[in-house]
């Protein structure tokens, strides 16, 4: 294959979460059983894909337990609250940004706001924001609700709080702070701002009462793939994660999202989309097949059964049906649709029995799977690279440590190699590194163009 141009090389998140991603990672024999909440694991994750060059290290979150925690047992059923976890990772490293998922549902966008703002200024300015909509009546019932807000009234008060929250990250001028012990001035009261937002769903006075953010924004992810989780993407996101089974599919949403961006009047140069991939690596491709065969083996049926009916939205009943007959129909949930149509696809294509989809989908609940040597896996990321179908990838090792150091000990070299991984970061921040550019401050620029017209 023939490498592109020096000037795109492919961005990398790593999706780290301490229980591993497949289902029974925390069972694989090298693992930690308690990875999911020991804080010294955590931070030689974070240490190994900083070796890696890695421009982020990603982490989703529940307001509940995890995925299928009920019926099964998986490690996904407790862990770190994200900011937190990466607010006390941040002076362990220096250049790997942290990407944290918060709910636009749940969480009002003032409270929000500061704690993302906090974690910039504590990492020096690689802070992420994760925008995401929480599904789910399990969810619900922890924020004094019964079931969930449905689909479209979830996306509408995401936008409303994307907004909101990124007016409150502007309300201080990034000069605003004098702090001269001599006249006793500490800030230029002309630099404070009142965003005196009042919408649909959100009513905020400001200003904020955390500095802007050294990044002037967190940089805003978002990973839906409905067609709301795609208006909300092309209106505000500036990386999109995002789940698919093969390279068709990767091209049809990479070039819907670009073409969306445009026409919101945004640069799609400065949306980056990133597929999750789930790789399994070995020095030959026989020895990745047995490293998946080996978690495969691990599954607890009621563990594999409790996922997909996560992954469902809670609409898959199987307690009566054979493992391996097929997967029955589900009515439409309000909760993850695009996931639910996901799995239901991959159950189709393949033909599949309920054991067989449980098993395909136990490493990374519907992203894309890749078994096989270094060369092979390089084959695969550099084909979706440069096929218009990925700027980058979200890596989800399958179990962790082994899976993350594969990856950066025998994926990244061959990247390297040609010419579609960097050898060194190019910045300090998150969004250096990732190539976007820094937000200009409105009040900031509406004071200039007076000047100048003046």
Do not use: C
Request: hydrophobic fraction near 40%; aromatic fraction near 10%; proline fraction near 6%.
């Amino acid at each position: 294959m023939t490498s592109p141009s020096k000037s795109r090389q492919i961005k990398l998140g790593a999706f780290l979460p301490g229980g591993g991603q497949h289902v029974a990672a925390w069972r694989h024999p090298d693992s930690p059983a308690d990875g999911a909440t020991n804080f010294e694991f955590h931070r030689k994750l974070a240490l190994t894909a900083e070796r890696g060059l890695f421009d982020a290290y990603f982490l989703a979150d529940n307001l509940t337990v995890g995925l299928g925690a009920r019926e099964g047992g998986n490690a996904k059923i407790a862990g770190f609250e994200p900011v937190t976890l990466f607010a006390a990772l941040a002076p362990f490293t220096t250049h790997i940004g942290f990407v944290a998922t918060a709910s636009t549902t749940y969480e009002e966008p003032y409270t929000l706001a500061r704690k993302f703002a906090s974690l910039d200024l504590l990492s020096n300015g690689r802070a992420g924001w994760n925008v995401v909509t929480s599904a789910g009546d399990d969810t619900a019932r922890n924020f004094n609700r019964d079931v969930q807000p449905n689909h479209a009234e979830r996306y509408a008060r995401a936008h409303e709080h994307v907004e909101t929250v990124k007016a409150l990250w502007d309300s201080w001028e990034d000069d605003a702070f004098i702090r001269d012990k001599k006249t006793g001035r500490f800030y230029d009261k002309d630099k404070l701002h009142d965003i005196n937002h009042k919408g649909e769903h959100f009513s905020v006075k400001g200003p904020l009462n955390v500095p802007r953010p050294v990044q002037g924004h967190p940089v805003v992810v978002q990973a839906g793939q409905s067609e709301d989780g795609r208006g909300l993407a092309a209106a505000s996101a500036e990386v999109i994660f995002t789940a698919h089974q093969n390279l068709a599919s990767a091209q049809e949403f990479y070039r819907d999202i670009k073409a969306r961006v445009a026409a919101a009047g945004r640069d799609p140069a400065q949306v980056l989309i990133m597929p999750g991939v789930a790789p399994f690596v070995g020095r030959t491709e026989e020895e990745a097949r047995a490293k998946y065969r080996q978690l495969n083996d691990l599954i607890l049926p009621e563990d594999g059964v409790a996922l997909l009916n996560a992954l469902a939205g809670q609409t898959l009943d199987l307690r009566d049906y054979l493992l391996d007959g097929p997967l029955p129909p589900s009515k439409e949930t309000e909760g993850m649709k695009s996931r639910q149509a996901l799995i239901r696809q991959i159950a189709d294509e393949h033909n599949f029995t309920i054991r067989q989809l449980y098993q395909w989908v136990a490493t990374a609940r519907g992203h894309y799977t890749v078994i096989g040597s270094a060369t092979q896996v390089a084959d695969q990321l550099e084909e979706w690279f440069t096929s218009e179908a990925a700027d980058g990838f979200n890596i989800l090792p399958p179990w962790l440590p082994g899976a993350l150091d594969d990856f950066v000990d025998l994926v990244i070299p061959e990247l390297q190699r040609r010419g579609l991984f960097r050898t060194a970061y190019e910045g300090r921040t998150l969004r250096e590194n990732l190539g976007l550019r820094r937000p200009q401050n409105p009040w900031t620029v509406a004071r200039s163009t007076v000047l100048a017209a003046e």
